[in-house]
């Protein structure tokens, strides 16, 4: 973790009508956490434990870096089988921010890939989408 | 600017895992579709192992995604393996979010009293 890594973070937001309290454990409770974000979840809610997900078949694997219920939890994330984007490799911090009786959870995504790593990956998956392009208009038959 | 060492391996990757028949063919079969290893052996004239060790190059290229099902292991194409992270993560987190709060919201109704 020494390089700097100067990729723009991913960001995202959404208000929710519950309190922080209500909101906050879909993030750390492997039983909610599972009713809208993984299929399965390995989750160890306090620094330095185990935040691993699976996403629609994505290994998403971190561990937890913050945990401050019901209002900041930071964890880190990559995908387990990606050399562009492994695991631990990116942080993601939630903030939730009471607003009446409604939460605003702001998401930000940091430390991802940088554009250069990014734009010579594009390159590579760009060639390998038109050999992919090539072998489907021209299936191989073998059975 | 220095040398980038890293992406054109995994660049290499990907092509040498393509560069077999077979593996390009087991890529066509679970296009669409999630298949076990056993049914994705079928298609083939080779042993069990050999398509399993196919399988594996292509796992590790990123190309394929392996899910388990009691004993079986079940193979299907990874689409996002094709796509940079960050265009991945723009539409994940908030398509995750929305998620989020149908869950919340469903979990919680919200009527001026607490309903159990």
């Given at each position: 973790m020494t390089e700097p890594l100067v990729t723009e973070p991913v960001t995202a937001s959404v208000r929710i009508a519950a309190s922080p309290e209500v909101v906050f454990p879909y993030f750390t409770d492997p039983a909610l956490a599972t009713r809208w974000l993984a299929d399965a979840a390995l989750l160890d809610a306090r620094p330095g434990g185990t935040f691993a997900l699976d996403v629609?078949?994505?290994?998403?694997?971190?561990?937890?870096?913050?945990?401050d219920p019901p209002r900041r939890v930071v964890f880190t994330w990559g995908i387990e089988g990606r050399p562009d984007f492994p695991p631990g490799s990116s942080t993601v911090e939630v903030v939730l921010q009471e607003d009446g009786d409604e939460t605003v959870v702001t998401l930000t995504h940091r430390d991802l890939?940088?554009?250069?790593?990014?734009?010579?990956?594009?390159?590579?998956?760009?060639?390998?989408?038109?050999?992919l392009a090539g072998v489907a208009a021209s299936p191989l038959s073998s059975s | 600017m220095p040398s980038d060492s890293a992406s054109p391996a995994g660049t290499d990757v990907v092509l040498r895992a393509l560069a077999d028949p077979h593996r390009r063919e087991i890529i066509r079969l679970i296009q669409d579709t999630e298949l076990p290893a056993g049914q994705i052996a079928t298609h083939f004239a080779l042993t069990q192992q050999a398509v399993s060790q196919h399988l594996t190059v292509l796992k590790r290229a990123g190309l394929l995604e392996e899910r388990r099902d009691g004993a079986r292991r079940l193979y299907r194409f990874q689409p996002s393996s094709l796509e940079p992270v960050r265009a991945m993560l723009d539409e994940f987190w908030p398509d995750a979010l929305e998620r989020l709060k149908r869950a919340v919201e469903r979990d919680h109704p919200k009527r001026g009293a607490k309903r159990s």
């Amino acid at each position: 973790m020494t390089e700097p890594l100067v990729t723009e973070p991913v960001t995202a937001s959404v208000r929710i009508a519950a309190s922080p309290e209500v909101v906050f454990p879909y993030f750390t409770d492997p039983a909610l956490a599972t009713r809208w974000l993984a299929d399965a979840a390995l989750l160890d809610a306090r620094p330095g434990g185990t935040f691993a997900l699976d996403v629609r078949g994505n290994p998403a694997r971190g561990q937890y870096v913050e945990i401050d219920p019901p209002r900041r939890v930071v964890f880190t994330w990559g995908i387990e089988g990606r050399p562009d984007f492994p695991p631990g490799s990116s942080t993601v911090e939630v903030v939730l921010q009471e607003d009446g009786d409604e939460t605003v959870v702001t998401l930000t995504h940091r430390d991802l890939p940088t554009e250069d790593y990014r734009r010579s990956h594009q390159g590579g998956w760009g060639e390998f989408l038109g050999i992919l392009a090539g072998v489907a208009a021209s299936p191989l038959s073998s059975s | 600017m220095p040398s980038d060492s890293a992406s054109p391996a995994g660049t290499d990757v990907v092509l040498r895992a393509l560069a077999d028949p077979h593996r390009r063919e087991i890529i066509r079969l679970i296009q669409d579709t999630e298949l076990p290893a056993g049914q994705i052996a079928t298609h083939f004239a080779l042993t069990q192992q050999a398509v399993s060790q196919h399988l594996t190059v292509l796992k590790r290229a990123g190309l394929l995604e392996e899910r388990r099902d009691g004993a079986r292991r079940l193979y299907r194409f990874q689409p996002s393996s094709l796509e940079p992270v960050r265009a991945m993560l723009d539409e994940f987190w908030p398509d995750a979010l929305e998620r989020l709060k149908r869950a919340v919201e469903r979990d919680h109704p919200k009527r001026g009293a607490k309903r159990s």
